[in-house]
């Protein structure tokens, strides 16, 4: 049997088979982590438009059932295109990107037909549409999933795996402890998530483990896999996070697209191998190299004002004029203000000093840090 073909996966059952450093769904092969890392591409931001959708839906769905059969019927027909918009998206998302998509269209064409509902109604003794209601609910489950996710392992990329001197196994799980058990702050946002409750955070995932048997095709040897099955969107995330942790593997945040990636070996990231948006021949890791050639001439005016402006900075944090956490925000500015003027050459010349000006780089500092 080929590994990661026995699974059952839907909008509320998520499964994957794991062995070694790599995780299997849906008959294709990635590293650990690799779902994890790529979700935080699809959310994430504060007033992130993903919000809206999800107060909008959940409004919708609480009409379905709540003020009788010709509203509810209104209801749907205000839904369905909006539903259909959103299972579109989530199948843009890793990793509903990989799975069949006929099966669960199909299923929402038949679940919020005004038919279905007319008979779920006049069926059911509380006048419940269960069918539309047992579709929707998992729909707006996963939408409430990522952007929780995303909101929070982007605070612990940017602040935590970020900062690291060495990226190992070690220095992850000191990271993970440091992030999900002993931060206050990350406590407090936890609290403050919007629909928390729905898809409640927690760092260590529920799950359902198991075994599961396969033959390698390079060896032809039988091994024994686990087995995860979760009934909620976040704790496969989590999981697919803390199990990619654990072997060396971490997302990052690209310095040339701002794209996140999944890095595998102990190198300091700072590009993706994804296309360069600056120029479509080179991908972000071959321009950056070029740029920091570029960059190694020290009398380039670029890196002159980069160098004076971390001066400074490292300075009036010598002399107590600024926190550890301002001065590290300042010099992450500092560098990404240096390498968007290294990659664009307008931004070179009309708007990299400004930006690098003192009371600009700790006004944007201050701002991240709130």
Sequence with gaps: MKIGTNQYNTFDTMSMDCWMDRVYYEGKEFPAGYFAAGILNFAGAIHDPLLE??????????????????????????????????????YTCPPFCYCDKKTAYDSMEYALSAERFEQDYNEDPEHLPYLALSFCEPVLRILVAIYNFCLLIRVFEKKYL?????????????????????????????????????????????????????????????????????????????????NGLQHGHAPSQCRGCGKYFLTTNG??????????????????????????????????????????????????????????????????????????????????????????????????AEKRLK
Aim: charged fraction near 30%; include cysteine; proline fraction near 3%.
């Design 267 to 364: 190198h300091i990231p700072k590009y993706c191998d994804g296309i360069a948006p600056q120029d479509n021949r080179y991908t972000c890791r071959q321009y950056g190299a070029m740029m920091r050639q570029k960059e190694q001439n020290k009398q380039h005016p670029i890196y002159r004002l980069f160098s004076t402006r971390t001066d400074t900075i490292r300075k009036h944090h010598q002399r107590g004029k600024i926190s550890d956490d301002l001065r590290r925000e300042a010099l992450y500015l500092a560098e990404s203000y240096r390498d968007k003027a290294l990659m664009d050459n307008d931004y070179a010349e009309s708007g990299y000093a400004q930006d690098m000006e003192l009371e600009h780089i700790y006004a944007e």
């Design 162 to 242: 970020r900062t690291l001197k060495k990226r190992t196994a070690s220095t992850f799980a000191k990271a993970a402890h440091e992030c999900f058990d002993e931060d206050d702050s990350f406590l407090i946002l936890l609290e403050r998530m919007p629909f928390g409750e729905v898809e409640e955070f927690f760092s260590f995932p529920r799950i359902i483990t198991g075994f599961t048997y396969f033959q390698d095709e390079n060896d032809e040897e039988w091994k024994t896999a686990q087995h995860v099955v979760c009934k909620r969107a976040i704790d496969f995330y989590v999981f697919d996070l803390l």
């Design 53 to 90: 959708r999800i107060a909008v839906l959940t409004e919708l769905v609480d009409d379905l059932s709540a003020f009788g059969k010709e509203k509810g019927l209104e209801a749907l027909t205000q839904l369905r295109p909006l539903m259909h918009e959103t299972v579109s998206w989530i």
